[in-house]
């Protein structure tokens, strides 16, 4: 797994999905500063890197999950990669919105799920992991058995780590923020004065925003 792990962080950098500046902080939705914006959206306009993205997912899965009868994606960043997958799989899939649409059937879930079915949720990028144990409730209470969620990224934040926990739901992820700063440090991708302010920013992002003001 350590090498895929070091694989995909290259690939990301490579492709621009993630950028790294710890100098010019980026500015999430939440309102956090941030010196690294993920957006693995990007990694769909690269045949062969959305391609070994996939092959990882579905490797992993059979591996870990050989029982998954249903692949879900987290909407909207989530649902390319896990159709892929599931077509790689040759297994049934549907997406989960972030809230229900307001209007038609008023759908959380799009596709056909049938109670019962062992399902894995592909995510495309962890952060607390709010929005993405959320997909996870949905299916749950839609009569799934979550058998766990696999991710391209994971910050690794110890309240994700905590809310999966609570949740009882396994993540894997095929990279993470420790291997992509090992990289990106060896490479010279970054000085390693910016590897101690990225690894800072990790510990408490929440005020971590004082230095981007």
């Not at 100098?23 to 956090?32: D, H, L, N, Y």
């Not at 692949?71 to 990669?81: D, L, Q, R, Y």
């Not at 996870?136 to 110890?158: P, Q």
Request: aromatic share 8%; glycine share 8%.
């Amino acid at each position: 797994m350590i090498n895929i792990k070091r694989e995909i962080a290259e690939l990301l950098l490579q492709s621009k999905a993630i950028k790294l500046e710890p100098t010019k902080p980026f500015k999430w939705a939440s309102g956090w500063y941030s010196p690294i914006y993920c957006d693995n959206r990007i990694t769909l306009s690269y045949p062969d890197i959305r391609t070994v993205i996939r092959d990882y997912f579905a490797e992993i899965i059979e591996e870990n999950y050989p029982e998954a009868g249903l692949i879900a994606g987290v909407a909207t960043g989530a649902i390319a990669h896990g159709a892929l997958v599931a077509d790689k799989m040759k297994l049934p899939f549907v997406y989960v919105r972030p809230s229900a649409k307001s209007h038609g059937r008023q759908n959380l879930i799009e596709g056909r799920i049938g109670a019962g079915r062992n399902v894995v949720i592909v995510e495309d990028l962890i952060s607390t992991g709010g929005s993405s144990l959320k997909a996870a409730a949905a299916l749950k209470e839609a009569g799934c058995n979550v058998l766990g969620m696999v991710a391209i990224f994971t910050y690794g934040f110890s309240l994700a780590e905590e809310n999966f926990k609570e949740a009882g739901i396994e993540l894997i992820a095929l990279s993470d923020y420790n291997e992509l700063l090992e990289l990106a440090t060896e490479t010279k991708f970054i000085t390693k004065e910016q590897h101690i302010v990225l690894l800072d920013w990790r510990i408490d992002p929440a005020s971590w925003k004082q230095a981007g003001e």
